[in-house]
Every structure is written in structure tokens, then in C-alpha cells.
Nanobody, 114 residues
Framework: HVQLVESGGGSVQAGGSLKLSCTAP????????MSWYRQAPGKERELVAT???????TYVDFVKGRFTISRDNAKNTLYLQLNSLKTEDTAIYYC?????????WGQGTQVTVS
């Protein structure tokens, strides 16, 4: 179910930064935790980060402190700041509703690191 709209992907050099955004209708965004996932070619989709309704965040190990998830509930917007990007970070990044189990997905935005 794709009911979230993402932007901010692009091509960047290794070591560079990008900021991804995701907007959703209030009934999807407002009362649930949100997550970012990514999927590289030939690989399974994997969790990157989560943020609950109180702003508490979690990150998976491969982020290594380089990414920051945040949310602006008044704007119904989710963000992912990607710093110190590596070629291994190349993937389609997906906005999602849910903490672990997802019921709504964004369309994905491509991040390419060279």
C-alpha cells in the first residue's frame, strides 16, 4: 500500500550527504511510529531506522551513527539525514509506517553513492 510520497534522493560522492523527506496524510502519519527501509539490487529490503510518536529513535548497526531520523508531526513529514555516505549505501530508500511491521509504504527514492 503506497500512500506516502518521498523525495530527496539522488547521486552523491562517497563521503557526501543527502536528506530524504516523506509526506503522508494525517491519518497515516499522526498516530504511529515511522520507519525508513532500504533495498539494494538483488538484496532483501532491510530496516534502517525507526522513530516513535514521542520522537524516540532506533538505528540498525550498518548506519554506524551516520544517519539521523526525525519527524515533524505538524507537517506530516518524516526525514532521514544521510551523512558520510558509502558506496554500500546505494539503494532505494523507502518511507514506511510501523515499527518493524509495516502497513503503508512509500514509492521509494533512489540513493546512488559513487
Amino acid at each position: 500500500h503506497v500512500q506516502l510520497v518521498e523525495s530527496g534522493g539522488g547521486s552523491v560522492q562517497a563521503g557526501g550527504s543527502l536528506k530524504l523527506s516523506c509526506t503522508a496524510p494525517p491519518y497515516i502519519f499522526g498516530t504511529c511510529g515511522m520507519s525508513w527501509y532500504r533495498q539494494a539490487p538483488g538484496k532483501e529490503r532491510e530496516l534502517v531506522a525507526t522513530i516513535d510518536t514521542d520522537g524516540e529513535t532506533t538505528y540498525v548497526d550498518f548506519v554506524k551513527g551516520r544517519f539521523t531520523i526525525s519527524r515533524d508531526n505538524a507537517k506530516n513529514t518524516l526525514y532521514l539525514q544521510l551523512n558520510s555516505l558509502k558506496t554500500e549505501d546505494t539503494a532505494i530508500y523507502y518511507c514506511a509506517r510501523g515499527l518493524g511491521r509495516v502497513d503503508y509504504w512509500g514509492q521509494g527514492t533512489q540513493v546512488t553513492v559513487s
